[in-house]
């Protein structure tokens, strides 16, 4: 391993795809269901960090990347793993990975904006954003992060989440370990595992994605890498044409390009929280 027998693992949560999360109440804080929601994503959290010690990971580090990214309970993860809480992060989901790691696990992942049922499914920013294609292929959360990864170097291993997420991040990035929690029936439904089937089933993936390392490929992405963005209106687009290294190319769709795929994500996530900002009609 890169440590010299120390084994790095690195998860990336969010929250839409933990087990028993169907509605968007039970993934804004102060809704209905919200404080119930955070205990179920620390519980997989907590099955996927068990899972890469079973398999003889020496440190996991966890990054909270859902929202407001302060919903992992810290007093009830693993004592064992580290935590990246709070929202100021430039690489959103990605913040703390570096190439000194030796895997990725996306933990309660969502499919992308548009996914045929997937739970909640959405890109990023789901009020703003109607697609996102990175080399004119429409592409998630999972798929883009992973760009990330592959550009330190660090091979993804493990998906959590429905079973549109697994299946789509499968398809993007090959036969990596995939945890279903919950079968999709709509966006605001779902058939999920009980918490204690689905700790068992992501602790066993976890340690099988960590002992088949060696089978997954670095996720590289060829530059240049171009991002386009359709937002949902026309105010979104405009906004981010502040930013001088935007390309206007319709209505509602805005284009980064750089060589350096870190770049292109920092812009690609600039633009999405800045249309982001007009999406409540500020700008009209």
Same mark, same amino acid.
Not at 113 to 141: C, F, M, S, W
Not at 154 to 179: H, M, N, S
């Given at each position: ?15 839409? $795809? ?6 968007? *109440?039970?993934?804004?804080? $102060?809704?209905? $269901?919200?404080? !119930? ?5 620390? @519980? ?10 079973? /398999? ?28 990246? #809480? @709070? ?27 548009? #996914?045929?049922?997937?739970? &909640?499914?959405? #890109?990023? %920013? ?9 080399? @004119?292929?429409? *592409? ?9 990864? @592959? ?6 291993? %493990? ?8 299946? +789509? ?6 036969? &990596? ?5 919950? !079968? /999709?029936?709509?966006?605001? =439904? ?11 089933? &992501?602790? +066993?993936?976890?340690?099988?994605? %960590?002992? !088949?390392?060696?089978?997954?490929? &670095? ?15 026309? =105010?979104?687009? *405009? ?19 750089? *060589? ?25």
């Amino acid at each position: 391993m890169k440590g010299g027998g120390d084994v790095k693992v690195y998860i990336s949560a969010d929250m839409e $795809g933990a087990t028993g999360i169907a509605v968007k *109440a039970q993934v804004v804080e $102060g809704h209905p $269901g919200y404080e !119930r929601a955070r205990r179920l994503l620390t @519980g997989d959290v907590n099955a996927a960090v068990a899972g890469a010690f079973d /398999a003889g990971a020496t440190e996991v580090l966890v990054n909270d990347g859902h929202f407001l990214m302060t919903n992992i309970l810290i007093d009830e993860l693993d004592q064992r793993a580290r935590l990246i #809480t @709070g929202r100021n992060k430039a690489l959103a989901q990605m913040e703390g990975l570096d190439g000194s790691f030796d895997a990725v696990f996306y933990v309660a992942y969502h499919a992308s904006v548009g #996914t045929q049922d997937a739970v &909640i499914n959405h #890109t990023y %920013l789901g009020k703003a954003v109607r697609e996102v294609r990175r080399n @004119g292929r429409p *592409a998630g959360e999972a798929e883009i992060n992973s760009g990330i990864a @592959g550009y330190f170097g660090v091979p993804v291993a %493990l998906v959590t989440g429905d079973d549109r997420v697994v299946a +789509e991040t499968t398809a993007a990035l090959g036969p &990596i370990e995939g945890a279903v929690v919950k !079968r /999709a029936l709509d966006r605001f =439904a779902a058939d999920s595992l009980s918490p204690r089937s689905s700790a068992a089933l &992501i602790r +066993e993936a976890s340690a099988r994605a %960590l002992r !088949r390392l060696a089978e997954f490929p &670095i996720p590289r992405v060829p530059s240049p890498t171009t991002f386009e963005i359709d937002f949902m209106s026309t =105010a979104e687009a *405009a906004i981010t044409t502040l930013f001088p290294c935007v390309e206007r190319r319709g209505p509602r769709t805005v284009a980064v390009t750089d *060589a350096d795929y870190l770049r292109a994500f920092k812009a690609l996530f600039g633009c999405l929280l800045f249309g982001n900002s007009v999406a409540d009609e500020i700008f009209g």
